[in-house]
C-alpha cells in the first residue's frame, strides 16, 4: 500500500462536545457520491470481503468499533477503527474486510460512485489474478 489510508481529522470541540466537518477532496479525498453505513453486525461475522474496480471509499466508525483489513495483493494491513475522529480509505482495487465487530458499531462509509453490483470483485482469487496480471 503506497500512501498511509488511515487519517485523523480536525476535532472542533469546546464545552458543549465535539464536531467533526467532512469536505469532498479536503478531509475525504474525492468527490461522493454515496453514503452508506452498516450496523448490527452479529458477533464473529465479517463484511466487505470484496474490492472495487472503481469504487473509492471512505470508513468512519461514527459508533462502537470494529476492525479493517486492506490488501493490495502483496500486502495485508489491518487497522482498528475505534473512535469517529479517524477513517480509513479504501482505494480501488483494494480488497477489503471489516471484521472484530462491537455489538454497538456503526460503520458510515461514503463512496465515490453510486452503487453497481457489477463493480464487486466477490472472487479473492479472480482479485489477485487482476492486480498480478495473471
Ligand atoms: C463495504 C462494507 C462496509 C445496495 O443496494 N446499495 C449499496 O450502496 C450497498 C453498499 C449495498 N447494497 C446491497 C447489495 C446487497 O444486496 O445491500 C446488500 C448487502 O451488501 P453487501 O453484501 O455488499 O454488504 P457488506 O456489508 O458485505 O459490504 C458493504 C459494502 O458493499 C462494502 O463496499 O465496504 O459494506
Known amino acids: ?5 488511515l487519517l485523523h481529522f480536525n476535532v472542533l470541540g469546546d464545552h458543549r462536545g465535539q464536531l467533526i466537518a467532512l469536505e469532498e477532496n479536503k478531509e475525504i479525498p474525492f468527490d461522493f457520491k454515496r ?27 461514527i459508533h462502537g468499533s470494529c476492525k479493517v483489513s486492506l490488501d493490495d495483493g502483496k500486502e495485508k494491513k489491518t487497522y482498528v477503527l475505534d473512535k469517529p ?8 482495487m483494494i480488497w477489503g474486510e471489516m471484521f472484530d465487530f462491537s455489538s454497538d458499531c456503526t460503520l458510515m462509509v461514503l463512496a ?3 452503487y453497481y453490483e457489477e463493480d464487486y470483485i466477490r472472487d479473492y482469487t479472480q482479485f489477485l489474478k487482476i492486480v498480478t496480471n495473471d
Open 1 to 5: 500500500m503506497s500512501k498511509e489510508p
Open 35 to 61: 453514503v452508506f453505513y452498516i450496523y448490527g453486525t452479529q458477533e464473529g461475522i465479517p463484511r466487505g470481503q470484496h474490492a472495487h474496480y472503481e469504487t473509492q471509499q471512505f470508513l468512519i466508525c
Open 85 to 92: 475522529s479517524i477513517g480509513l480509505y479504501q482505494d480501488k
Open 112 to 114: 465515490n460512485m453510486p
